[in-house]
């Protein structure tokens, strides 16, 4: 099997195995389930519908399901009519939210946004009962930077974009704050917002991240960062090279 084949593979463990533990035990009729982003969430939905539709309740068209992105509201919308699609202004409450990581450490504190969507990720996340990470063992680490090396992702507005990089820069010398730029367009990457994403690599290794997201967030222009402190996610299951999975979860306090 080939080395993508075996992440694929990865990740679908991951999030089968997340959908029958974390999510199947609280769906019953109007059950709410948070939405997330990136490749691994699309294994997560597939099996959200097996389950739907093989349920003896008759759940089909019964759950409503909250996007944290575009991405997220087309995985619902093509799940129609066993998922209904809905938002936060209707269902402000999530009963389980299911979404991926750029990176997990041991106290389960989150690295994300490398796919863009980190503030409307967070929000949703921060509406859940319970919030479940599915990832592959590429994003299993002891502290953050470990394995992931693209930086801490920060959602800005376009007018602070050059004070927010001067600022990141001399709040870490050495570091290098950079313009995500977009692949198939000229430009910069714009999220969901119409905001710009910098990539802020070279913090400091076994900070205080809590600390650290705290003083990013103060700064004006600032949206958001794509640190999720510990306490915003409850668990974490990753897909593992041999064919298991890997289970973390938060230590209660």
Known sequence: ?????????AKR?????????QI????????????????TVVYAVERLVEVVKESPNNLSGKIF??????????????????????NLSTHPKIDVGIDGADEVDK?????????GCLTQEKIVAFCCKKFVIVADYRK????????????IPIEVIPLALKPVQMYLEELVKGSDA???MAVAKAGPVVTDNGNFLIDWIGFEEKCDMD???EKLVRVPGVVDSGIFSQGMADCAYFGMEDGSVSYRELEKK
């Not at 099997?1 to 593979?9: D, I, L, T």
């Not at 909250?66 to 809905?86: G, W």
């Open 178 to 180: 950079k313009l995500r």
């Open 65 to 86: 399901c909250i996007p944290s992105s575009f991405q997220a509201t087309q995985l619902i919308t093509e799940a129609a009519p066993y998922l209904v699609l809905s």
């Open 24 to 39: 199947t035990p609280l769906l019953k009729t109007h059950a709410v389930v948070g939405i997330g982003s990136g490749s």
């Open 107 to 115: 106290n389960m504190i989150l690295i994300k946004g490398g796919g």
């Open 211 to 213: 600390l650290l997201h």
């Open 1 to 9: 099997m080939s080395a993508k084949n075996v992440v694929e593979a």
């Open 140 to 151: 299993k680490s002891e502290f953050l930077s470990e394995q992931w090396k693209r930086g």
């Open 13 to 21: 463990l991951a999030a089968r195995q997340a959908v029958d533990q």
